[in-house]
Every structure is written in structure tokens, then in C-alpha cells.
């Protein structure tokens, strides 16, 4: 359930926007016609804005973003420990919005009036015809941290996840930093996003420590059992570099004395990337939007129709990406992928630009691929391949298959281009 403390910290970050009643200068002219807008500019985001401009022309499409670069989680594993001569992939979102013809604005939204349709920004406000909502994740240290704010805003600074995009550069400075001792890392429980993500991520950092002649080593607290291709990766490549701590559930950290608990342990550490439980971002509790869990519970992921994307009771919002809650009680969640947020986001478009024109939209399931990388030297490669189906009592089911792939030759940078290509037209 979620505490009213809890409740009250996701709303206080939003101030004195919370309150409908003030009226907000707006934020761009009335067009005169109906305007599709967009909270968030990653890969969900980008995606729908594009589609929607190709299958509904006559509509406004106005996305907004906090920041005003996209940075790709995809592909960074490698560049943390500069395993690939690219650099970050990184784009401009008002050149790509230029590109593809719509509107892009570089804004926070503090709340969203559901009942008058508008977005709040402290630059002001923003109606909208229809919303697609895409705005990500956010770490939750609250079951590790409690509610004191001087340790979550420590470990936030001093050990970030790297499972946000702005958090990726401080990371990396972090790993060029270590010199040696023992690096801890967590896994949280599931659901997270793309969840092969840190034990690939794990392979990348003991090589690091091997080929560096680093004398130290990385210690895997995961909540959960692991990956099979990987646990078998740490016991018998990486045993010296890797202690792989599994059904370890964190219950504290002491950022301060740097001492983490789990039911069986106190251990100590020189450096850590704590990777914190992940809900969706705060703007879907904002909005009221948060739908319940197995239990009918409470949860901490966004409600909404799994066969047409829109919130609960509201189908003029529609819910995007890594936010959404369970979609079936067949499997739970959808993998928290970019590659399914850029579907998601296809779908949430063409179910906009049909409804805009008062037809049905068609029936579309989306469907996720996810290259991974399980060593470095000789470069090996596992594709997991997930498809949705429909049954006859309605439920979504979910066919997951994974490939070996001991030969790669960049097949992830080019399903990494193709995903840019739709999403940023560039
Ligand atoms: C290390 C790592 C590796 C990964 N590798 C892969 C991979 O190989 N393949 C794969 O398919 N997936 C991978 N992923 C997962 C992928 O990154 C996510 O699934 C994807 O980013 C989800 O897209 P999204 O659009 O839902 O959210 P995001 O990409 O996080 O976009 C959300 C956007 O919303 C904006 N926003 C949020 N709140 C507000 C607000 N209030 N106002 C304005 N703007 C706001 C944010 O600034 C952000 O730009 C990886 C993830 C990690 C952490």
C-alpha cells in the first residue's frame, strides 16, 4: 500500500503548480485546432510525436522535455567502460522536432488538470485535445532509505544508478575514478528497466578491473536469482572479478559509514552504484494515474487498457513506455525496453489519429527485441525476443525467446540506428 507519507513526498516535488485554480499565462498561442501534446522526450515520446505527425497531419503535436538532449540508456553499458570508440549517443530534441515537423518545448510539467485539460509548466500553461504521456521512471530509495533525505540525496550524488540518462556521466567519471577495493552494486526487485541491463552491465565492469589490472572486485547484491547465461558468465570467467550475492534483498545503506544490510549480512564498501526499486515517474502519481498491483493494491506503476493504452476512466490521456503497470495477470509487466517504448509509442499515435477522425482504432500489440551483451573478450551476444498475443478470453499472452549469439557484428548498433531513425527522422 502506499504510505500517505509516500504519497505526500511524490507531490511535494511539484510546489505550488498543484493548485488549478491560478490562472497560468499560456504557453503557446491557440492554434485553432486540436493539439496532441507529449510529456516526454525519450524514446516513447519521440516516437509518438513522429507517427503522429505522418498519420494525422491536421493535428497540432506539441512535445515537451525538462532537458533539451535525448540520451540513449541503449548502448551505454560499453561506453561506461570505454569498450566502444562511439561516443553517447546524444540528439538535439528541437532539431529532431524541426526535422519532423512539430513543436518542441523545453519545459518541466509540474502538474496536469485532467478535468480542464492543461499541462502546468512554471514558464506556464498548455491545453491539450489529447496527452501522451511518456515520461519515464523514478528511483525509489524509500524501502532502502526510509525518508531521510540527507542519505537519499547522498547516495543519489555519491552513487548514482545510471538507470536515468542524466545520471550516465557521473557514473562513468565514477568508474574511470575507482582504483581499487570492493565495488558494490544492487539489484533491485523487479519490475526495473530493461532487466538483462545490469548483469550486462556487471560483465562490462569485470572486464573493466581484468584488462585495467584493478585490484578489486565487484559485489553483486541482487534481490533476485539472476540470469541463468549470466550466473553461469560470473562463476566461471569472471570469478575472481565478480561475487554474485543472489535472493539478497537490501533492507539498509548507511551512505555515511558505507555498510549495506541485507537479512544476512552487513557488508562494507568503497564505492557503490546503488540501483534503487524503480515506480513510475512522478508526474502519473501527480496526475493520479498510479493503478494497482497483483494484490488490487495500490502499486507503484501507471493504471491504464492494456489492449488501447489509455489511462483508466480518461481516454484522452494515453500512457507510454516504461510507466505502465501490469498488462496481463498471464506475465505482469511488459519489459521495460526501448524498443517497446518506441512501439508503445507507435500504437498510442495511430490510436489518437483514428479517434481524431471518429473511427475505431485497429487492434495492435506491440512486440520487443533486446540485444545484450554476456562477455567482452570474445565479444558474445544474447538477443531476447518477446511477442504479445491475444486469447479468445481477452488476456494478452507473452512468448519470450532468447538466442545465442557467440559471433556479433553489431547487430545492436544497427538495431539502434533503426530505432533513431523512426523515432528522431535523423
Ligand atoms: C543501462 C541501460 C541499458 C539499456 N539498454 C537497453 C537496450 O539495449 N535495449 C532496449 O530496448 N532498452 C534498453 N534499456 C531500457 C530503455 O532505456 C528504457 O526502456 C527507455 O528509456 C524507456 O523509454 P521511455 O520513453 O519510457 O522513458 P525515457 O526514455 O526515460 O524518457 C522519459 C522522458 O520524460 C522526461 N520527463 C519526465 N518527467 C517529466 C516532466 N515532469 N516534465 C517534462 N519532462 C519529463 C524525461 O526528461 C525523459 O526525457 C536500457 C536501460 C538501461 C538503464
Redesign the pocket.
Known sequence: MVSRRRFLAAGAAFGAARSFGQSLPDLLPASGGRRVAI?????????AARHLRRLAPELEVVL????AV????????KW?VDRTPDALVQQD?ASAARTSGYRAIQ????AIDRERRRLH?AQGALGYDWLIL?????HDYSPWLGDDVRAIEAVRRLYP??????E?ETLKRKLAEFKGGDLLMTIPPPP???P???Y??AVMIAWMLKTRRIKGRLILVDAGGGMQRFNRMFAERYKDQILHLTHAPVKSIDPFRKTLSTEFDELRFDHAIIIPPQQA???IW?AGLIGTDAAGKPGGWAGFDPLHLHAIGDERVFL?????GRVSPLFGHY????????Q??RIAAAEIAARSRGKLPEQQLPE?????FTDVEPMEMMRIDAHYRLRGDGLITQAVRQHEDPQPRGE?VE??RG?YKEMLGL
Do not use: Y
Open positions: 510529456v516526454g522526450g525519450g524514446w516513447g515520446g519521440l516516437t515537451i522535455d525538462r532537458d535525448f540520451r540513449s540508456l541503449p548502448l551505454s553499458n561506461l530534441i519545459a518541466e510539467v509540474t509548466t511518456a515520461a519515464g521512471i523514478r544508478a545510471g538507470f536515468l540518462a542524466g550516465l526495473f528497466r530493461c538483462p541491463a545490469p550486462e552491465r515517474a512522478d508526474l501527480q507510454v513506455g516504461d510507466l505502465l519489459p521495460k525496453s526501448a524498443h517497446m517504448a518506441c508503445l509509442g520487443s527485441v533486446c540485444h545484450v545492436d538495431w539502434a530505432l
